[in-house]
């Protein structure tokens, strides 16, 4: 743990992203392991519902704020969590400037946070950084196959830099560091309409509609529940392993049989159409986490089907 920790407080905890998907997520498990929490957010994706149950919880302060602009904090910090960031496609791609500032001003001012408290800072990266890989599944020490200049290079190169720039604060600074690249993750407080393909599939499914498969659905993702996902960056940050992990499912599956899966899960009766595939879209994406079980003692526990009654049953109160 950081140096300068009293015995005789609560640890403090700074979340960027605070009121997003995975940030509200995180926010939850920390306040339970006996935290302090201050979240950051500017609600460019995030959504107030995703925090709003911590309302009067005298260990959550909550700051309105681009986590471009100096963060300035009078109070002790121990852990710094950077997940600001749009993550979806349709963000990005609407929002490619401010994805490349939050990756690039944001993870700099973030750490200069880090740095000024003396806290323990973790990056939330991305399997993204790792492009349409040439290598399967992908391992932590390969650099990838990106293209700096296509529709996703804006958060693709965004997420790479910020770890460069992590690695640097680590080198120059002498700060402690934790890269987290994550892998797809579902669960409830995912937004319907942000363009992934669980809400896409679940939303369209619920509604009757015709699930939108892109190409020949012989591509391939792994799905990991939040709770996992979230229980293995915990560990990371509290490990004394300092070099990038993936965290995620290792089950991989076609789109063709996620889509029916989600068809079987909703009982629905939709049917499936296809469309041209994206470009850029990665035809593989499965994580070896040979460095998580092996650092972290950490594998996903929730079986898909398990997960995603809980995610359908979720969106059925949004739909």
Request: hydrophobic letters at 35%.
């Given at each position: ?206 509604h009757g509609k015709p699930l939108t498969v892109f190409g020949k659905g012989d591509q391939t993702r792994s799905f990991c529940y939040v709770s996992d996902l979230i229980d293995g ?14 965290i995620g499912n290792p089950i991989e599956m076609t789109m063709i049989e996620f889509a029916k899966e989600i068809i079987q899960v909703t009982k629905s009766r939709s049917k499936i ?47």
């Amino acid at each position: 743990m950081p140096k300068q920790r009293s015995l005789s407080r609560k640890p403090t905890s700074v979340v960027t992203g605070a009121a997003g998907f995975l940030g509200s997520h995180l926010t939850d498990l920390l306040l339970s392991r006996g935290h302090k929490v201050i979240g950051i957010d500017n609600f460019v994706t995030g959504g107030v519902d995703n925090i709003s149950h911590l309302g009067g919880n005298r260990d959550f302060k909550f700051i309105e704020q681009d986590v471009t602009e100096f963060i300035f904090l009078d109070a002790p910090v121990d852990y710094v969590w950077h997940f600001a960031s749009p993550a979806s496609p349709i963000d990005y791609l609407e929002l490619p400037i401010q994805t490349l500032k939050v990756g690039s001003l944001g993870t700099h001012k973030a750490l200069g946070l880090a740095k000024n408290k003396g806290a323990r800072f973790l990056l939330a990266s991305t399997s993204e950084i790792y492009g349409d890989p040439l290598v399967h599944p992908q391992t932590e020490d390969y650099w990838g196959n990106v293209n700096p200049i296509g529709p996703r290079g804006c958060y693709d190169e965004a997420k790479r830099f910020a770890e460069a720039m992590t690695i640097a604060y680590q080198k120059e600074h002498k700060i402690e560091t934790r890269i987290v690249r994550i892998f797809n993750t579902y669960g409830p407080r995912m937004r319907l309409n942000d363009g992934r393909v669980v809400p896409a599939f679940v939303s369209q499914a619920l509604h009757g509609k015709p699930l939108t498969v892109f190409g020949k659905g012989d591509q391939t993702r792994s799905f990991c529940y939040v709770s996992d996902l979230i229980d293995g960056i915990y560990r990371l940050m509290m490990s004394s392993y300092d070099k990038p992990v993936n965290i995620g499912n290792p089950i991989e599956m076609t789109m063709i049989e996620f889509a029916k899966e989600i068809i079987q899960v909703t009982k629905s009766r939709s049917k499936i159409t296809f469309k041209p595939l994206p470009q850029d879209d990665p035809r593989q994406r499965q994580p070896d986490i040979t460095r998580a079980r092996k650092y972290l003692k950490w594998e996903p526990k929730v079986p898909l089907a398990v997960g995603l009654r809980k995610t359908i049953a979720y969106f059925r109160t949004k739909a």
